[in-house]
């Protein structure tokens, strides 16, 4: 029982924050790394600096990615580096790189759940 | 002379210009001719766009006007307003950017239209008058067929139709060139009541002139003669065409003399008929001619009207006037969604070639390298099915005019999209000609097409192509798209060798590797990583092999196969070497974690790094400080040192030889201080490393001894020292010095609350108050974060049951504001009572918490343990507190989780059953997310079952929850039976529950019994399936009628009359009734309406607006007879 009292006060990880490039707007002729290869946009952010993590998920229900990544780089300044560029081309499509913003923190979310209404 | 001209010219001489009295005895005599070739007449595409958005417009606001005038104007009103706003925007939106209406959006706009309850005229004139040349995608035909559907439906679902509707079909019919019987169009409109109008009769004309008819086309002019309807330019230019059609140009041209002659100036439609009539004969010097002819009048054609011209040239066969026309073109930019409109509509019409000429013509400026134009006309051509080889040249002319950037990727990936391997096939060959690299994902689209089908050839088909290109698939091309289409990973192999198409054995086995490590196989993991001789890179196993462990949980698998990775040569030998890699795979397991999942799993975990460390694994430091802010954020602090064992001390220090050790550091603070230089910097450096180090008792002898040199920085890091080391009284001294040293000093949040759960637990109460009293004096920022730590400190006092440190702090936090009370922040106070077993004051507490703050925290769990102990007396206090306190209804449903939850299954039953009780969606929902998170499977399917008469309830939404938990426990079995129960509860599951039940399938390389649906739409499956008598169609007309006139007391009427005699309309006819009597406020007619729908049709529901507006007006009316319960 207070285990289940703990469980409902769903715990959440402090989001630790990192320096991640959203990007939007990929062209579906790029990727990032597999196994077989870097991936384009590796690639192209590497000039920024170390890049540490490069995702662009796949719809594997398509086989398309969705046209958005997230590109985290080692250190805020490399980061700072690549917002400071205004034109990211990939395949001749221009790229929109942003800040990823810290995930909204969800906290105490069962405080009404748990009456229902 | 044609028949039409000698009336007109009668009337002339009658001197009657509007009015034209034409009779019916001299039309009769003129000449039936041939039908003249058929040919298109695309009615001026672009004008119809801006007349679709300007009527609706008006429609909108009439419909406004109408609502504002309504006293009982309702909600429902609002939202058929608002709704239709919505479909009018996006519509509005499409045509003002493209010219067209993608078919995809007209059908989401339908769909939208016959969900939303009820089908105002206007949202179907609107849908109506969209499926004309505003599809441009669609061929004619289809574009017919689209209208009629939405026609068919709409009517069905009671929207009452007018004359505006039937003159928006028949200009769909004009736009599409359908062929039809004009007098049977009108013989249906007298059938349904309805007037012709001018309209109708002046597009009747155009339908007969169209088919170069000049008889039939008299016969409606007599019609409208004998209604005195005055014949307007309209008419005229529908006569040019029809002339022309019948191949009588001469007469053709006469008309314009004719319209002058009655005093009606020949305007440009009328002129566009001629042009168009010549270019349909590829006459390019009359048309030369008329165009120079309208430049000299003051007469403007537009450019929409020379596209015209255009379209009537190359669809008769006469794409070689084309450029000559294209000159006339002045490229205004509000032309150019029209221009974009007619080169699909010359590509539906496989005149592809003359679309690129016009596409390449437009005047797009190119000064930014980065935009495209062109690619609707390829999607269109991919679509159509234009010859590869046909498209390839597009590609290149559309770079070449640097019109597109990238025609070649383009045009690939709407092949892909469209499944077409054949196109894709040649395009990538292209690519590859023009120096650009396939790559492996470009595949994958179309292995997805096969996958889903389980078509292996069609997957070997794939792999071959890939071989033949040059490109090697990857271990993701096998994971995602091969494996899922074969029953089992081994006979892929299998499959693969006999067709030849396994070129690549290692990337084949890495990728065997990794789905058995998801599958969490370890077993094989293991004997593989042992056997194995092939180059093999750990990194790219790590992923799988984290879901792997979490799925496994054998420890010693789990270690055995850390350490082979660490050690092996074959493994994780490359740089950054095995320390890194092994130290990362650990941070990303965790990582990979929940809260509760590493919370749960600690002992294990404690397990696995102690093992770890025997067998000599290290992990580097930077990744261990990682791992540790981990564990702290998982509320796990207590696995730190654990995982602090591993830290590879030595090396880090060789390694990093620019950083001094915290030898070095005390060296260099002893040789200062004998310099008697200053330390603080120094000092504090050593202090952190010692703190990193955890070593908290160095750290605290040094603070000791060169007290007068620390700073605040310092002194912060050793309070969270000692806080870890779970030391309170010196915590406490060093926050006593820190507050010495500067009092106005502000520590992180984190430290603050690190403290009180530290000084709570060594029963510093009072301690612990002050520092939250500083928190808020100093007014620390209080996250999200803060409050769920506060939680966790009163959550263990309360575990330990320190009732008054639960008590203080509890209220200490909630009167000085640092959190608002809630059920999770005041749960532990119930909670020390339900440890102990005392369940009267557990009880009172919850109780006490609602009297204090509207709160009801454990609930639940208080329930639950007074039924186990069988309490009659304090479950009838707790329910008569609750039903007094919230309601019946909720009382009802706290102890029907109750019950469930203590497996009465019986007493659960007859609670749901109680009447009155209705389904409340969220507390549903609550108590299925509650079993699934806690893997409750026989709960969870009680409730589905218990639950299965409950008014209103959700049924899909249950099935959807078990579905999920079942998902959770990969057992298709029980998933498979869920489909069935669904189909015998008469149950049509919405799209979503049907694709995680086909996933839960394919996971389990089971078939799908099913289509597995994209969308899914509501469709006729209520309605009956015997045709109505002529009685019921009558009656059921009457109600219609009824409703739509908002008559409620005459169609509820109407609806008793029809039950006497038996008679059942369709579902949508009640739907509408009860809309209306709850708009009217009469929900308990609206119930017996739903009452005997549900008895005398299979599977009648309500749809959700309709149902919560019921529910609305019943809760209103407090509808909810008082129920009595005994409990016991």
Redesign the interface.
């Known amino acids: ?2 285990a ?6 769903v ?4 989001n ?1 924050r990192r320096p991640v490039a959203f990007v939007r707007k990929i ?3 790029a ?1 990032s790394i ?4 870097t991936g384009e946009l590796r690639e192209h952010f590497s000039q920024f600096g170390h890049v540490r993590k490069c995702t662009v998920p ?1 719809d ?6 969705r046209g958005m990544g997230w590109i985290q780089f080692s250190s805020e300044e490399e980061l700072h580096n690549a917002l400071q560029q205004e034109n990211h ?1 990939i ?4 790229l929109h790189v942003q800040v990823q913003k810290p995930k909204a ?4 979310q ?8 | 002379m044609a028949a039409l001209l000698r009336p007109a010219r009668w009337l002339l001489r009658a001197g009657a210009a509007a009015h034209l009295p034409l009779s019916l005895r001299l039309l009769a005599g003129g000449p039936s001719r041939p039908h003249a070739a058929f040919c298109p007449h695309a009615a001026r595409a672009g004008r119809v766009a801006g007349e679709l958005l300007s009527q609706a417009r008006l429609y909108a606001i009439a419909a406004e006007k109408k609502n504002y005038l309504q006293e009982e104007a309702t909600s429902s009103h609002r939202r058929n307003t608002s709704q239709f706003d919505w479909a009018l925007m996006r519509l509005d939106n499409s045509v003002r950017r493209t010219g067209r209406i993608p078919k995809t959006l007209l059908q989401k706009v339908f769909d939208n239209t016959c969900h939303s309850g009820s089908q105002g005229g206007n949202q179907a004139l609107l849908l109506l008058r969209s499926c004309g040349s505003l599809l441009p995608e669609l061929k004619l035909s289809e574009r017919t067929e689209f209208a009629h559907r939405i026609w068919d439906k709409l009517q069905k679902l009671g929207t009452v139709y007018d004359v505006s509707h039937y003159n928006a079909l028949l200009k769909v019919y004009l736009q599409n060139e359908y062929k039809f019987s004009p007098t049977d169009f009108l013989e249906k409109m007298e059938k349904a009541n309805i007037q012709p109008n001018r309209v109708t009769y002046q597009r009747l004309i155009a339908a007969y002139c169209n088919m170069g008819d000049i008889e039939g086309a008299s016969k409606i002019l007599g019609f409208m003669k004998t209604k005195d309807l005055p014949v307007t330019e309209a008419v005229f230019s529908a006569l040019v065409t029809g002339h022309a059609r019948a191949g009588d140009m001469e007469n053709a041209e006469n008309i314009l003399t004719v319209m002058k002659e009655a005093g009606i100036e020949p305007g440009p439609d009328t002129y566009l008929a001629l042009l168009n009539a010549y270019a349909e004969k590829g006459d390019i010097d009359h048309v030369k001619q008329t165009l120079e002819k309208v430049e000299k009048s003051d007469l403007y054609l537009m450019d929409r009207d020379i596209l015209q011209i255009i379209f009537s040239f190359s669809k008769a066969g006469y794409p070689q006037y084309v450029s000559e026309i294209l000159e006339k073109i002045t490229y205004e930019r509000r032309y150019i969604p029209d221009t974009m409109n007619l080169i699909l509509l010359l590509v539906t019409e496989k005149l592809e070639d003359t679309a690129l000429q016009i596409l390449l013509a437009c005047p797009i400026s190119r000064e930014d390298s ?1 935009s495209d134009f062109g690619s609707f006309f390829l999607r269109h051509c991919v679509t159509m099915n234009t010859p590869a080889e046909k498209l390839k040249d597009y590609c290149k002319k559309l770079k070449e005019a640097q019109m597109h ?2 025609p070649f ?1 383009f045009t690939l ?1 709407c092949a ?2 469209a499944k077409n391997m054949d196109l894709a096939k040649a395009l990538m060959k292209a690519l590859k000609e023009e120096g650009f690299p396939i ?4 595949f ?5 097409g096969h996958q889903k089908e389980k078509n292996v050839q069609g997957i070997v088909e794939v792999l071959k192509e890939m071989h033949e290109i040059g490109v ?1 698939p ?3 091309t096998y994971i ?2 091969v494996f899922p289409c074969f029953d089992s990973v081994k006979s892929v192999r299998a499959i693969l060798q006999e067709n030849g198409c396994l070129h690549e054995d290692s ?1 084949f086995s ?1 990728a065997e590797l990794r789905i058995e490590a998801v599958n969490g196989n370890l077993d094989y993991i293991l004997s593989f990583l042992e056997s194995n001789t092939l180059p093999f ?1 750990f990194a ?1 196993l790590r992923g799988s092999l984290i879901l792997g462990f979490r799925r496994s949980m054998n420890i010693n698998l789990w270690s055995k196969i850390t350490e082979l990775l660490y050690k092996d040569g074959r493994y994780c030998q490359e740089p950054p070497g095995p320390t890194e890699a092994v130290g990362y795979f650990l941070y990303n397991l965790i990582d990979s974690m ?3 999942e590493v ?1 749960a799993k600690e002992e294990r975990l404690r397990q696995y790094f102690h093992q770890l460390m025997e067998m000599n694994v290290k992990i580097p430091e930077n990744i261990y400080r990682g791992i540790r ?2 564990l702290d ?3 796990v602090p207590e696995l730190i040192k654990d995982v602090n064992m591993l830290v590879e001390r030595e090396k880090t220090d060789s390694r990093k030889t620019a950083q001094p050790t915290s030898s070095d550091l005390e060296s260099k603070l002893e040789k200062l201080k004998t310099e008697n230089q200053p330390i603080g910097d120094v000092l504090k450096q050593l202090i952190l490393m010692l703190c990193s180090e955890e070593n908290m008792h160095k750290a605290l002898e040094l603070k000791a001894k060169y007290e007068s040199d620390m700073v605040i920085g310092g002194y912060a890091s050793l309070i969270n020292l000692c806080c870890r080391h779970d030391n309170a009284e010196e915590a406490l001294n060093l926050k006593r010095e820190f507050d010495r040293l500067d009092s106005s000093a502000v520590l992180d949040t984190s430290k603050y609350v690190r403290l009180v759960k530290v000084l709570g637990k060594h029963g510093k109460l009072q301690d612990a108050i002050n520092i939250l009293k500083e928190m808020k004096e100093k007014d620390v920022l209080i ?3 803060t ?2 730590s506060f ?2 400190i009163l ?1 263990g006092a ?2 330990r049951g320190e009732t008054e440190t639960v008590k203080q702090l509890h209220e200490a936090i909630v009167t000085l504001g640092l959190a ?1 009370p ?4 005041s ?2 106070l119930v ?1 020390l009572y ?2 102990k077993d005392d369940l009267p004051t557990a009880l009172e507490v919850t109780i006490d918490c609602y009297k204090k703050y509207k ?7 208080v329930l ?2 007074l039924i186990e102990k069988g309490e009659t007396d304090l479950i009838q206090k707790a329910m008569d507190f609750v039903s007094q306190e ?1 309601g019946e209804m ?1 009382m009802l ?1 706290d102890l029907f989780f109750a019950f469930l939850q203590t497996g009465n299954y019986k007493e659960a039953k007859k609670i749901i059953e109680t009447p009155g009780i209705r389904a ?1 969606p ?2 549903l929902q ?1 108590f299925c997310d509650r079993c699934i ?2 893997n409750q499977v026989e709960t969870l399917e009680k409730l589905v079952e218990l639950t299965q008469k409950l008014f209103e309830c959700d049924r899909d939404q249950l099935y959807y929850s078990l579905l999920k938990l079942y998902k959770v426990n990969g057992d298709w079995q029980r998933a498979d039976a869920v489909w069935n129960k669904m189909q015998e509860e008469n149950i049509i599951p919405r799209g979503r529950t049907l694709r995680l039940l086909a996933e839960i399938l394919r996971n389990s390389n089971q078939e799908v019994p099913f289509d597995v649906p994209e969308l899914w739409y509501e469709d006729e499956k209520h309605s009956l399936t015997s045709s109505p008598s002529p009685v019921e169609v009558s009656l059921q007309k009457e109600l219609l009628n009824a409703c739509h006139r908002k008559k409620d007391k005459d169609a509820f009427n109407i609806f008793l009359k029809a039950k006497k005699q038996n008679v059942v309309f369709n579902s949508e006819t009640y739907a509408g009734l009860i809309n209306l009597l709850l708009t009217k406020d009469n929900p308990t007619q609206a119930v017996q309406v739903k009452d005997f729908a549900e008895t005398h049709i299979k599977g009648f529901t309500l749809n959700d607006a309709a149902n919560s507006r019921l529910i609305i007006a019943q809760v209103r009316r407090d509808y909810l007879k008082a129920v009595h319960l005994e409990v016991g």
Request: some cysteine; glycine content about 4%; aromatic content about 10%.
């Open positions: 029982m207070a289940s009292a703990a469980r409902t006060a715990a959440l990880r402090t630790i062209p579906w002729t990727a597999f196994s077989s290869y796949f594997k229900e398509t086989g398309f990615h081309v395949d001749g499509v221009k923190l969800q906290g105490d069962t405080s009404d759940e748990e009456r229902g209404f | 980065l950037t990238s990727q990936h892909l999209l790559r492996t994902h470009y994958w689209p179309l292995l997805v090697t990857d271990q993701e995602n798209y990337i890495q890179s790219s929940s809260d509760s919370q802010n981990l954020s998982c509320h996250k999200d974060a409050v769920l939680f966790h959550n309360a575990l608002k809630s059920t999770a922040l749960s532990p909670t339900l440890e709160i009801l925290p454990r609930i639940h769990d639950c343990k919230q909720t449903y409340r969220t507390r609550w998170a806690s």
